[in-house]
């Protein structure tokens, strides 16, 4: 099933635009679908986007606004004008182009769910050899779809415009309580109306009771932010029935890196994923942005784009002591002990080891290294959990007490690179691409879950669930848990960092907790301005509608 999938999916990428249309006087559905395979095509569509929009400019979002991550300009490269320094200095406008982005993504996202909804819900299902109750559920899905880039919506802007079908007709923006609603009615009508998961089947893409329960449950999570409405209560009694399988088969993988591996597709601990496939169609944006020049070297395997761009945010200062900041310094936070805190190397056969990229980039199977390009050019390069200019060290700074250490003055080897996904070698080159990119997993429900205990009072409990996802980290005795007298904001914040590093969350988490304008990181002071908890309405948008209103301070 996942393969069908991902063929229909990397068909309609290909052919994008570039069909040459055909003209008919009258268009009636007979025209188009006659068979499963035109069913699906047009079904998948929706998804084909989804997909796109998960990465990109909707991560940047999430991920480059926080103290997690960072695209630091290096040598004259990632210099763009100030974009990506504006994003992490809070310092971004109506016209910032990730926000115009997203704000379009979210848009076309629920007309294409509708709109393919509207055009299904003609067909006769039984004459193309399917039957009425898989149509069911296509509808149901287009339409969980559709609440989900609301979702997005609320999170990232607000209050949206609300519409129940495709319409050429503009709506007014609704107030982010009636938006919180109108996904929640949605998401209660048509969990009922998917299917579940059976533990064993390969995830394809599609939605299943699970991933629309997830949805519902970081709608209560987040409801204090997005509404000011402490919905705790009801999250943690979806959370809990998604545990108990109420949805689904779901259950913790017994690796950290279960949900990310090659074969992560039949992983029972996530929920809901976008298929990736070698020569198909693949998820290789995060490789190609963070990646230093001539990674392909070190793991010995074809060159591919690789930008090396995006890093974790340092936790060191240029003299090597620590930043005291409570929040940031992702690598730090790793305990030593973990199995992740440990250089990436591909062992063979899918199996692999450590989720960094960090130190002498140099294999200690192979012996093969990845050299410098610019600042170290020749010289195998050495990442350090630091951001400065130290080949500058007796030219232009005479210590390093003077080098400085901002968004703007990185080198190629300035921050340690997250490998959530695996590379293979050339022998095994033909797995390369094929983890499926994780949207949710179980591991975010105990999480949730855990924090709305601790928001209860039940302090021991919700260190209990952070421990139960915790305790796979470590090959003995976890030798820091989670534990009643040490659980508070900033450790609970620090264990949704390790966690779930790059995964495109961060930013809703601190807004939850009140930190993302208000706590310092890395380079970038407090504003204390909430209205920065949303994005802005992009100038685009307004000034292409009669009735688009901006978000208030913008």
């Not at 290909?14 to 268009?27: D, H, I, Q």
């Not at 609301?150 to 319409?167: A, I, Q, S, V």
């Not at 990229?357 to 990442?383: F, H, I, S």
Request: aromatic share 14%; charged share 25%.
């Amino acid at each position: 099933m996942k393969k069908y999938i991902i063929s229909i999916l990397g068909a309609l990428a290909v052919a994008g635009c570039s069909l040459e249309p055909a003209f008919y006087s009258s268009v009636t559905p007979d025209l188009y679908f006659d068979s499963p395979t035109s069913i699906y095509s047009a079904f998948s569509r929706p998804f084909v986007h989804w997909r796109e929009f998960l990465t990109y400019d909707s991560w940047r979002l999430q991920e480059l606004t926080t103290d997690e991550m960072c695209c630091p300009q290096r040598y004259q490269h990632y210099e763009d004008g100030g974009m990506w320094a504006v994003l992490h200095h809070h310092e971004w406008t109506p016209d910032h182009e990730c926000i115009i982005k997203v704000w379009n993504g979210v848009g076309k996202g629920i007309a294409f769910a509708y709109n393919m909804a509207d055009d299904l819900k003609e067909v006769d299902y039984v004459k193309c050899g399917l039957d009425d109750e898989t149509k069911a559920w296509h509808q149901a899905q287009l339409k969980t779809l559709a609440a989900y880039f609301y979702l997005r919506g609320l999170d990232y802007f607000g209050g949206m415009p609300l519409y129940k079908e495709y319409t050429l007709q503009e709506a007014p923006r609704s107030t982010a309580k009636e938006t919180f609603d109108f996904i929640e009615s949605i998401l209660l009508e048509t969990i009922p109306q998917l299917r579940t998961y059976t533990k064993g089947a390969s995830h394809d893409g599609f939605i299943t009771q699970g991933a629309a329960a997830v949805m519902l449950a970081q709608l209560y999570f987040n409801a204090i932010a997005y509404t000011g409405e402490d919905r705790f209560a009801d999250c943690a009694k979806v959370c809990q029935d998604i545990i108990d399988q109420k949805y689904g088969q779901y259950e913790l993988s017994k690796i950290w890196n279960g949900p990310f591996t090659f074969d992560n597709d039949l992983c029972a601990e996530n929920i809901w994923v976008a298929p990736s496939a070698n020569s198909q169609y693949l998820f290789s944006w995060y490789y190609s942005q963070s990646s230093p020049y001539n990674i392909h070297e070190y793991y010995d395997i074809i060159k591919s784009s690789q930008y090396n761009g995006l890093c974790m945010q340092p936790s060191l200062k240029p003299d090597g002591s620590s930043y005291g900041f409570k929040l940031g310094r992702p690598y730090e936070k790793f305990h030593d002990d973990d199995l992740r805190k440990t250089l990436y190397v591909y062992n063979g056969q899918k199996q692999y080891q450590g989720m960094f990229l960090v130190g002498k980039l140099e294999n200690p199977l192979t012996g093969k290294a990845c050299k410098g390009e610019w600042d170290y050019r020749g010289e195998v390069l050495e990442l350090v959990d630091m951001v400065a200019p130290f080949k500058q060290l007796g030219k232009q700074y005479a210590d390093v007490t003077q080098l400085p250490s901002d968004i703007y003055s990185a080198e190629e080897n300035s921050g340690v690179r997250v490998v959530k996904y695996p590379t293979p070698n050339k022998t095994d080159e033909s797995c390369q691409w094929d983890p499926d990119w994780v949207v949710f997993r179980l591991a975010e429900v105990y999480y949730m879950l855990a924090e709305c205990r601790f928001r209860a009072g039940e302090h021991g409990a919700a260190a209990e669930l952070f421990n139960k996802v915790r305790a796979r980290n470590f090959s003995s005795a976890d030798p820091d848990p989670v534990t009643a007298d040490n659980i508070d904001k900033y450790r609970i914040l620090d264990e949704w960092m390790t966690e779930f590093i790059g995964e495109a969350r961060r930013r809703t988490d601190l807004i939850r907790w009140d930190a993302f304008t208000k706590d310092q990181w890395w380079d970038h002071s407090p504003s204390g301005s909430a209205h920065l908890n949303v994005f802005p309405i992009p100038t685009t948008a307004i000034s292409s509608s009669n009735i688009i209103t901006q978000n208030p301070e913008y």
